[in-house]
T-cell receptor
Framework: AQTVTQSQPEMSVQEAETVTLSCTYD???????LFWYKQPPSRQMILVIR????KQQNATENRFSVNFQKAAKSFSLKISDSQLGDTAMYFC????????????WGAGTKLIIKP | DAGVTQSPTHLIKTRGQHVTLRCSPI?????VSWYQQVLGQGPQFIFQ???????GRGNFPDRFSARQFPNYSSELNVNALLLGDSALYLC????????????FGQGTRLTVV
């Protein structure tokens, strides 16, 4: 079975600090995409960053970067220079490159940025 | 450009009733997926439709059904509502069948009493 585990239910850091959210996943497949989504109180899921499993280079998007360790099945998200607007639930997810294409999600990490 | 729109935003239903949730994808997107997010949990996949055909189904009972229309909008129907169906229902649209870049609506909050 495909699973995603986020071991940190809640984290809080001071504004401008760097924070890392952890994610591990389990699949026997080799072709997949990994994602981090942000869900603010408005409820809308917003894509933060995406990583193709066949790419060794870690994805980056401005203040957001990932540490992708394929052998360890680990996909952590680093947020640099954290801002108050980063406060939200963060979900790790992946999708297999098959005909189903469903997103498989972790339980989420609540991130609080303190002023 | 309009994003993914879902309606209604909130609704309250009684056990045993039926509910229809609606989703309009981003213009040009041909794939719609439905997810159920119970409070405090990550979303669970319900259905994916692409070009009006069902491409995937999650582990949900037959009380859940969906369809996609020629304009690519979609409906999710739930019959014989149970208290456990109370959740946020999310719709995601993507250009093609693969959810490699899925855009989500703000969801419909369903409360079953």
């Amino acid at each position: 079975a495909q699973t995603v585990t986020q071991s940190q239910p809640e984290m809080s850091v001071q504004e401008a600090e760097t924070v890392t959210l952890s994610c591990t996943y389990d699949t026997s497949e080799s072709n997949y995409y990994l994602f981090w989504y942000k869900q603010p109180p408005s409820r809308q899921m917003i894509l933060v960053i995406r990583q193709e499993a066949y790419k060794q280079q870690n994805a980056t998007e401005n203040r957001f970067s990932v540490n992708f360790q394929k052998a360890a099945k680990s996909f952590s998200l680093k947020i640099s220079d954290s801002q108050l607007g980063d406060t939200a639930m963060y979900f790790c997810a992946f999708t297999l490159m098959d005909s189903n294409y469903q997103l498989i999600w972790g339980a989420g990490t609540k991130l609080i940025i303190k002023p | 450009d309009a994003g993914v729109t879902q309606s209604p935003t909130h609704l309250i239903k009684t056990r045993g009733q039926h509910v229809t949730l609606r989703c309009s994808p981003i213009s040009g997107h041909k794939s719609v997926s439905w997810y159920q997010q119970v409070l405090g949990q990550g979303p669970q996949f319900i259905f994916q439709y692409y070009e009006k055909e069902e491409r995937g189904r999650g582990n949900f009972p037959d009380r859940f059904s969906a369809r996609q229309f020629p304009n690519y909008s979609s409906e999710l129907n739930v019959n014989a509502l149970l208290l456990g169906d109370s959740a946020l229902y999310l719709c995601a649209s993507s250009l093609l069948a693969g959810n490699t870049e899925a855009f989500f609506g703000q969801g419909t909050r369903l409360t079953v009493v």
